[in-house]
C-alpha cells in the first residue's frame, strides 16, 4: 500500500507539452515570434510578460490558497507577492521623485508578505493596488523615454530601473511556480 501524502498532484491543463502552464496556441504570452524593435520596446515586452505570468499563476485560486504559505519556514505567498510588487512598483515611482515620498502602501518592513492573509476583500485590494501602482510607474517613466537619463535624488538611470523591474518580476514568477504547485500540484512554465 502507498504512503498517503498532503502534497497534491502535479498537473497542467496544457496537453501539447504537459509540463507547460499553458499551450503554445493559448497562452497569451505568445507573440507570434514577433518581437519588439528597439532596447525600451524590448524592456517594455519583458516586463509586461512577467506582469502577466504571475496573474496567471494566481488564476483560479481562492483567497486561502493565494494566502497559503506553501513553503515553510517562509512567509511568502501568491497574495504577498501581488502585494509586495505593488509596493516595489511605488517604491520604484519614489525612486524616479525628487520630491517627499509616497507613503508605503502597507506600512512596516514585510508587512506586504505579513499582512497577506485569507480574506477576499483583501485579495480584491492587492489587485486593484497592483494595478494601479503599476499604471502609475508606467505612466512616470513613459515621461522619460531616454534610457540614459537619470532621475531622483540618487540620479538612477531609466535603464537600470526598468531593468530591475524585469529582473524584480521575474524572479518572484520562479518564487509563484514552485507556490502555486505546492497549493494545487499546477506546474509552472
Known sequence: ???MSDQPARWSQATVYPDMWADPDNDPRNNNG???DGELATLEDFLSGYRLTLRMK???LD???LARRSVPPSTMS???LLRHLARAERDWRNWISDGDPLPKLYGVRDADFDGAVADQALVDAAYADLEREQAATDAALAEHPDLSERLGK??????ELLVHRVEE???HCGHADL?????DGRVGQ
Open 1 to 3: 500500500m502507498g504512503r
Open 34 to 36: 514577433t518581437s519588439p
Open 58 to 60: 494566481c488564476e483560479g
Open 63 to 65: 483567497a486561502e490558497q
Open 78 to 80: 501568491l497574495l504577498g
Open 154 to 159: 540618487d540620479k538612477i538611470a531609466v535603464r
Open 169 to 171: 518580476y521575474a524572479r
Open 179 to 183: 507556490l502555486r504547485e505546492c497549493v
